[in-house]
T-cell receptor, first 113, second 111 residues
């Protein structure tokens, strides 16, 4: 079966702009989680969506937001980009968000200049 | 602050040698996962350990979950260059969709 698909793979944005990243989970998976990975902080949890509802949120500013559609595809948006937002953004899908089977996508590499 | 502490941070060994990576926490996790991540890719799940004292083997990789479910280790026997990567441990929390990751151990195996 197809894995988790994240688009785009690479993105370069200017400070102050906004960006939208997309994640298509494994078919049948209803939970999508988002993570930010940086060399200094490692993998940090952003938020989780299940059946179009945000159930959980990490400690990130309100500039980071997301949504999930009825087909379980999810998007995350970052507004007013800062240099420190440069990172690898990963999404992970699972059946319920409480099980053990998390599958990660290849990520979107965001560079803010 | 990382709830999960991994050691060492970096490990460079020759092909054929053995290595062990440790993952320690002051918190109890219901289960713990190990992932391997290669440059430019997302983490790939290797194993999930659930029961205290549990030992799981995946070919040359042996995973152990501490009796108190606060620590875990990954042992690789006769490492090969294909084992090169960033090894991450992650605690499964009670929060929906949230994994608590360690900082990772970068393993380099040279021929």
């Amino acid at each position: 079966k197809a894995g988790v698909t994240q688009t785009p793979r690479y993105l370069i944005k200017t400070r102050g702009q906004q960006v939208t990243l997309s994640c298509s989970p494994i078919s049948g998976h209803r939970s999508v989680s988002w993570y930010q990975q940086t060399p200094g902080q490692g993998l940090q949890f952003l938020f989780e969506y299940f059946s179009e509802t945000q159930r959980n949120k990490g400690n990130f500013p309100g500039r980071f937001s997301g949504r999930q559609f009825s087909n379980s595809r999810s998007e995350m948006n970052v507004s007013t980009l800062e240099l420190g937002d440069s990172a690898l953004y990963l999404c992970a899908s699972s059946l319920t968000g409480t099980d053990y089977g998390y599958t990660f996508g290849s990520g979107t590499r965001l560079t803010v200049v | 602050t990382q709830l999960l502490e991994q050691s060492p941070q970096f490990l460079s060994i020759q092909e054929g040698e053995n290595l062990t990576v440790y993952c320690n926490s002051s918190s109890v996790f219901s289960s713990l996962q190990w992932y391997r991540q290669e440059p430019g890719e997302g983490p790939v799940l290797l194993v999930t350990v659930v029961t205290g004292g549990e030992v799981k083997k995946l070919k040359r990789l042996t995973f152990q979950f501490g009796d108190a479910r606060k620590d875990s280790s990954l042992h690789i026997t006769a490492a090969q260059p294909g084992d090169t990567g960033l090894y991450l441990c992650a605690g499964v929390t009670d929060s929906w969709g949230k994994l608590q990751f360690g900082a990772g151990t970068q393993v380099v195996v040279t021929p």
